[in-house]
């Protein structure tokens, strides 16, 4: 039901910066919870960061606190992710993925809640 599509990666060089997007087509954007994954071959899907919707609190992963920011535009149906300060260690594929539901805050950063996914876009951070 829910559409999810993201833009915005690309190679960066070490310390610099990038904008991920991830438009919805949900016609209650609002009260969704939003959130980006991010992904490496071999590994797990990681949390990185997610908005709980109307209650417009965020959440991020120890790895990203402090460099990266969430943020969503309701009006535009649109999610974001402002990445600063990138390293190395920050190259994967980042998801956007939604939540139709409200999430218990010891549950958001879990990849099993969310309903919707987007395609992925790739951030490569070069040294």
């Known amino acids: 039901q829910v559409q999810l599509v993201e833009s915005g990666g690309g190679l960066v060089q070490a310390g610099g910066s990038l904008r991920l997007s991830c438009a919805a087509s949900?016609?209650?954007?609002?009260?969704?919870?939003m959130a980006w994954f991010r992904q490496v071959p071999g590994k797990e899907r990681e949390f990185v960061a997610a908005s709980s919707g109307r209650s417009s609190s965020v959440y991020y992963s120890d790895s990203v606190k402090g460099r990266f920011s969430i943020s969503r535009d309701n009006a535009k149906n649109t999610v974001y992710l402002q990445m600063n300060s990138l390293k190395p260690e920050d190259t994967a594929v980042y998801y956007c993925a939604a939540l139709e539901r409200g999430a218990a805050i010891a549950t958001i950063k879990s990849r099993f809640q969310y309903d919707y996914w987007g395609q992925g876009t790739q951030v490569t951070v070069s040294s």
């Open positions: 949900g016609r209650t954007f609002i009260s969704y919870t």
